[in-house]
């Protein structure tokens, strides 16, 4: 199937700082592109991959799962610990989740995580509901462009698999007993209202990381999609110095084109 517009992955060869972004479930590189464009204006290499089953239509998310997007995020890690001297993984939602276990699993390679409104939970009666409900209805309404911004939409599924939104609960599951394996430094930004993840989520995620260096920062005028709301260009300023704190001798020259 074709990608959806504007959902393409994007990746962009810089200095020897490199920043892997992770988006959302249902969500596409979309989300995060801003974001992705200004770290690579400042010179850093910046992988932004496109999971398996999103970007596309529900269908193909429908046949996936979460070994499938994590895949994805290892194998663009990996190729980024190749090429620069330090990597720091940044996620949204769901992609929070993908980032925190990455550095649960690769330790000091992991140089520090943006997380941003991360995921840790699915809430509510529908998610014990979920194993029998997968196998009866194929779908639920969806969860894209929670966005205050008036005019901004996020490309996402209008439409949440079962299959797939029971695979996630089972990552979510994975993830908080993995939690206190996560020791780099974290910066993390949450909305105050967020009609998709709920505050306990955050809480959560602090309480239970091992991680000595972290700053938690509220985000007073964005809904769950901050990196496209108003506070996104302090998401976008406040990782860039969450980088040069802990690699500021670190060079960040290198091309500015990318695609």
Not at 16 to 22: F, K, Q
Not at 151 to 166: K, M
């Amino acid at each position: 199937m074709p990608v959806l517009p504007g959902a393409e992955p994007f990746r962009h060869e810089g200095g020897e700082v490199g920043v892997l972004l992770c988006h959302g479930f249902t969500g596409s590189p979309q989300s995060l592109r801003p974001w992705a464009d200004h770290l690579a204006a400042r010179g850093f290499t910046v992988s932004l991959p496109l999971l398996p089953g999103h970007g596309t239509r529900w269908e193909d998310m429908q046949i996936t799962g979460w070994q499938d997007w994590y895949a994805e995020v290892d194998r663009e890690l990996r190729a980024l610990l190749e090429r620069c001297e330090q990597v720091f993984v940044f996620g949204l939602s769901m992609g929070g989740a993908l980032a925190l276990r990455l550095a649960a699993r690769y330790g000091d390679a992991v140089a520090g995580l943006v997380l941003v409104n991360p995921a840790n939970k699915v809430h509510g009666l529908s998610a014990y509901a979920l194993p029998v409900a997968r196998h009866l209805v194929r779908t639920t309404k969806g969860l894209a462009s929670d966005i205050a911004k008036e005019g901004v939409q996020e490309t996402g599924y209008d439409r949440v698999p079962l299959h797939a939104a029971h695979s996630v609960r089972n990552f979510f599951r994975l993830v908080d007993t993995e939690l206190p394996q996560v020791t780099q430094p974290v910066l993390l930004l949450h909305s105050r209202r967020d009609h998709v993840v709920p505050p306990a989520d955050t809480i959560r995620i602090l309480s239970r990381i091992s991680s000595t260096d972290v700053e938690e920062i509220l985000l007073e005028q964005s809904y769950h999609v901050a990196t496209l709301d108003h506070d996104a260009e302090r998401i976008f300023d406040e990782s860039v110095s969450f980088i040069g704190r802990l690699a500021p001798s670190l060079g960040k020259k290198g091309s500015t084109s990318g695609g």
